[in-house]
């Protein structure tokens, strides 16, 4: 077998047969082509979605969720529709002891946020503003982590037990209210009259929630002072275990609130949620199944010009009656023929696919061009992993091999006698 694979007379045969059918051959090439071009295209394309919303949320935790308190909707327990609730800082860990697939929680207040309320005046020397103001805890940034710049940190623990009045601003509020080269690290600053000592910048992160450039993180203790919310909470930032079921933690979030706060469990407007981790899993669903329709749509074009691939050599065994004859009164036996039969098809299938691996190849490098400083669109980096194209080739061969024992069989069949008597 491998004597004839590396024969030379071999490979001149089978170049000699396609240069005979040039045309035909070429049209049928094409299909193989296109069913790989299409599998690899689509695919790239769709890892590119998936690598951009990676991206967008790589500095989010993905089964994350925000909830808030609302007014309530039915009557229940005497307490009349309309009732006004309020989150509360023993919420935090009343939720945590009684979900378990809560890994992170953390109590957010806000001041410049929403609609209804001002951001808080910032004054540094001549210059001021308003800016919102965020309070919080340390373990905020394990659910969405802040990138603060050199020399800078955010808040922590003893920030929080000793009430101190420190902040982290952003590159908004560095820029309007610091010196170009003025380095805010150390520096004092007025939040509503009280001073406070910047301790970090942090860059602004899209997808983090409602933060922007010029925001500023204060604690969570001294905010509560400083606007003397007591034990108030505006809203909980969530996080889930990643193998946890986000939807079903979102309904039990909603469930232990509506018990704590004397809420009827079909009321669906006491509490507001904003489930991230749902969107992400539906992203994430959607590029798989853009993966998968790449796939079908890819094998079945693949199948269809292999077939033609097939019905070509069937042509061609018949064109080459005389010649196989001839190599069979010779002294070719059979399993020679029927190799040389396969071999062509497996080598008109294999190049026809390097050809559209190579030409998907080029489209998907002139999309990620196309799109590498696009900052409104989550798309980045379209690739096909090299397994899948290896896979791709492999499941090709197969396929030439299995279409190309048909005319090879046929070839088999014509007895040497009956070949010659053709003219």
Request: proline share 4%; net charge neutral.
């Amino acid at each position: 077998m491998i004597k004839i694979i590396f024969d030379r007379d071999t490979w001149q045969e089978i170049f000699g047969s396609i240069r005979k059918n040039k045309l035909r051959t070429i049209i049928t090439v094409i299909g193989v082509l296109w069913g790989i071009f299409i599998y690899i295209a689509l695919s790239g394309a769709a890892k590119g979605l998936d690598n951009g919303f990676e991206r967008q949320f790589e500095d989010v935790a993905i089964n994350s969720m925000f909830a808030w308190a609302q007014r309530t909707s039915v009557p229940y327990k005497g307490f009349k529709t309309g009732r006004s609730l309020q989150l509360k800082l023993e919420d935090a860990t009343i939720l945590q002891n009684q979900i378990p697939s809560i890994e992170f929680i953390a109590p957010r207040n806000a001041k410049g946020v929403f609609g209804g309320s001002e951001g808080a005046t910032i004054v540094h020397q001549q210059k001021s503003g308003k800016y919102p103001i965020y309070g919080d805890f340390p373990i905020f940034t394990k659910i969405a982590s802040k990138k603060i710049y050199d020399g800078g940190r955010f808040i922590n623990d003893n920030d929080i037990l000793l009430d101190r009045k420190v902040c982290v601003i952003g590159e908004q509020t560095q820029k309007e209210l610091f010196q170009k080269n003025d380095d805010p690290i150390g520096k004092f600053i007025r939040i509503d009259n009280i001073y406070f000592q910047v301790i970090g910048v942090h860059k602004y992160v899209p997808g983090g929630g409602f933060e922007g450039e010029g925001d500023v993180f204060i604690p969570f203790s001294t905010y509560r002072k400083l606007y003397n919310t007591g034990d108030e909470v505006d809203w909980f930032s969530i996080a889930a275990y990643d193998d946890a079921d986000v939807v079903k933690t979102e309904e039990d979030v909603k469930a232990v609130l509506k018990k704590t706060h004397q809420v009827h469990p079909d009321d669906e407007r006491a509490f507001g949620t904003f489930n991230l981790g749902e969107i992400f899993n539906r992203i994430i669903g959607f590029s798989k199944g853009m993966t998968f329709l790449s796939l079908i749509v890819g094998i079945a074009t693949i199948i269809a010009g292999v077939i033609g691939i097939g019905n070509i050599l069937l042509i061609s065994v018949k064109e080459r009656t005389k010649e196989l004859g001839v190599r069979r009164a010779l002294g070719a036996t059979p399993r020679e023929v029927r190799l040389q039969i396969i071999m062509e098809s497996v080598f008109l299938t294999l190049i026809a696919g390097i050809f559209g691996i190579v030409l998907g190849a080029f489209v998907l490098f002139g999309i990620d061009m196309a799109t590498q400083n696009l900052s409104d669109f989550p798309y980045t980096n379209p690739t096909v992993p090299i397994p899948f194209v290896i896979g791709a080739l492999v499941i090709m061969v197969v396929l030439g091999t299995l279409i190309g024992l048909i005319p090879a069989q046929r070839a088999v069949s014509i007895k040497p006698i009956d070949a010659l008597r053709e003219e």
